[in-house]
């Protein structure tokens, strides 16, 4: 079955550590994208990636970082300069400027 | 990208028409209004998107006023398992940005 996989499911993070959130997608999708949702909110984007060896800095992007030198995958980083990071993590993924996006089933960071 | 406005919860009887609004007053020619869902704790979920014409497919209903201002999401039976936050977004098909940007967005709770 095509579609995106995020790992873990759940995640705890120690003060000063870095943490990576896993999302592969095996659908051929060119563009994808991290959100972040905070309880009883709406989703706020961190970055976005419309091509390989390229990204972009969404609304909240500091604190974080990314990398994409694979189409399939798209690894996002959790630094220790993120102050607040317990949140629930989104990874998505859709075909070039087609806007139909297609969501992992998200990552649960919490703080230990 | 045009901002929405939607109410932040509704309920709806089981088996009814449930009728979701969303207003977005500033909204452009080339802008295309979408809808999806995110039930609890999983990723959103595409329902559907239009233009300017009404739309439906197998999930629902979307209704644009003629100005284009607002629109409505039906979901024609509604079931418990449409119960879910409806999220309300517009933005250009080619958007050179990449963002899609999700407000509060509507809990609709379906009641038995």
């Known amino acids: ?112 | 990208d045009a901002k929405t406005t939607q109410p932040p919860s509704m309920d709806c009887a089981e088996g009814r028409a449930a009728n979701l609004p969303c207003n977005h007053s500033t909204i452009s020619g080339n802008e295309y209004v979408y809808w999806y869902r995110q039930i609890h704790s999983q990723g959103p979920q595409y329902i559907i998107h239009g233009l300017k014409n009404n739309e439906t497919n197998e999930m629902a209903s979307l209704i644009i006023t003629e100005d284009r201002k607002s629109s409505t999401l039906i979901l024609p039976h509604a079931t418990l398992r449409d119960t879910a936050v409806y999220y309300c977004i517009v933005r250009a098909i080619y958007n050179q940005g990449g963002k899609l940007i999700f407000g509060q967005g509507t809990e609709l709770s379906v009641k038995p």
């Open chain 1, 1 to 112: 079955d095509g579609g995106i996989t995020q790992s873990p499911k759940y995640l705890f993070r120690k003060e000063g550590q870095n943490v990576t959130l896993s999302c592969e997608q095996n659908l051929n999708h060119d563009a994808m994208y991290w959100y972040r949702q905070d309880p009883g909110q709406g989703l706020r984007l961190i970055y976005y990636s419309q091509i390989v060896n390229d990204f972009q800095k969404g609304d909240i992007a500091e604190g974080y970082s990314v990398s994409r030198e694979k189409k399939e995958s798209f690894p996002l980083t959790v630094t220790s300069a993120q102050k607040n990071p317990t949140a629930f993590y989104l990874c998505a993924s859709s075909i070039g400027r087609e806007e139909k996006l297609f969501f992992g089933s998200g990552t649960q960071l919490s703080v230990l």
